[in-house]
């Protein structure tokens, strides 16, 4: 995973929970060899996993809640990256479909080691939005704290409901997002 993201988690962690917490993480930890990622280095999912369960196990907080709050603290960093991608979107829906068939496929083009999840879309009606999240990482929380903070960038409030999901035994994940 790239080390944007675990950039973001450490800004993420020791914002909302102190610099002491997040080196307690790095020192629980087997895997991660430093404190410090670098932003364009490719790291092994298996260190997010880890730091995530270390995270759960400290904070007494399940993982999907780390991730979705995560998520939503991350996006407005992502957003920065692709700022002049996104001019044409004014709402929650057009950006998701511009993520999926612009912004992702334009970050595998600029490092073809990175992996983008696939995000395939139904609209349902003007106000709510099926989508379907596929990947081996299988973080669908991270990606419903991402929607959560798309939305707010666009001034819009969303709630998001887990149809049906691969951690809880389903065959994919399923997201209904419905905006007010
Ligand atoms: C609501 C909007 C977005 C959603 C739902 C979303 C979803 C995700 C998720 C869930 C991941 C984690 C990897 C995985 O699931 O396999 C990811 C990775 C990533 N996304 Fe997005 N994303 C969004 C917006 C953006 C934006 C605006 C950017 C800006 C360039 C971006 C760039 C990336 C990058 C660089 C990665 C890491 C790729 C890697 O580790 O190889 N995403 N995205």
């Known amino acids: 995973m790239k080390g944007a993201i675990f950039c973001g988690y450490a ?17 629980k930890s087997e895997l991660a060899t430093s404190s410090s990622f670098i932003a364009t280095e490719l790291y092994d999912d298996n260190i997010l996993v880890e730091l995530l369960t270390i995270t759960s196990d400290i904070l007494g907080v399940t993982v ?12 407005p960093k992502l957003m ?12 929650i829906f057009d950006f998701l479909d511009h993520v999926e068939n612009v912004i992702h496929i334009e970050v595998k ?15 349902i009606s003007n106000n709510k939005l099926l989508l379907k999240y ?40 399923l997201m209904k997002v419905t905006t007010d």
């Not at 999907?64 to 996006?75: N, P, Q």
Request: proline share 2%; aromatic share 8%.
């Open 134 to 173: 596929t990947s081996h990482r299988q973080v669908c929380f991270l990606a419903e704290g991402l929607i959560y903070g798309a939305a707010n960038h666009f001034n819009q409030q969303v709630t998001i409901e887990h149809i049906s999901c691969t951690h809880q035994g389903d065959k994919h994940c």
């Open 109 to 123: 083009k600029a490092d073809p080691l990175a992996y983008t999840p696939s995000l395939i879309l139904d609209k």
């Open 64 to 75: 999907s809640e780390i991730l979705t709050s995560f998520g939503k603290i991350l996006f």
């Open 80 to 91: 920065e990256a692709a700022k002049h991608h996104v001019d044409k979107c004014d709402n």
């Open 11 to 27: 800004e993420f962690i020791e914002q909302n929970h102190g610099l002491m917490t997040w080196l307690e993480i790095i020192d």
